[in-house]
């Protein structure tokens, strides 16, 4: 059964906006660091935001000041609030622990294109 479930990813245009949930195991959303990560065609997996348990926020220069990402303890879960969206943000989207090695979700596709 998967432990880490990925959803909201779906095609939008560019400027758009799109807000991404994961589920994580309780027991790991309350310890680790948990990030976002996405991999785009041809293109290794990069680590674009990342927040701590008390909720404090990490972005990649890619994303800084387009995307938001945020956590809701109480449900284990954490989102990412992708505003201003281009084309170069079209990538299987995943969440997962920071430094932890839990095995990867199937992630949430999100393509912008006209």
């Known amino acids: 059964q998967a432990q880490l479930v990925e959803s909201g990813g779906e095609l939008v245009q560019p400027g758009g906006s799109l807000r991404l949930s994961c589920v994580a195991p309780r027991n790991i959303f309350s310890i680790y660091i948990m990030g976002w990560y996405r991999q785009a065609p041809g293109k290794q997996r990069e680590l674009v935001a990342s927040i701590t348990k008390t909720g404090r926020p990490n972005y990649d220069d890619s994303v800084k000041g387009r995307f938001t990402i945020s956590r809701d303890n109480a449900k284990n879960t954490m989102y990412l609030q992708m505003n201003s969206l281009k084309p170069e943000d079209t990538a299987v989207y995943y969440c997962?622990?920071?430094?932890?090695?839990?095995?990867w979700g199937q992630g949430t596709q999100v393509t912008v294109s006209s």
């Open positions: 997962n622990a920071v430094n932890y090695g839990l095995a």
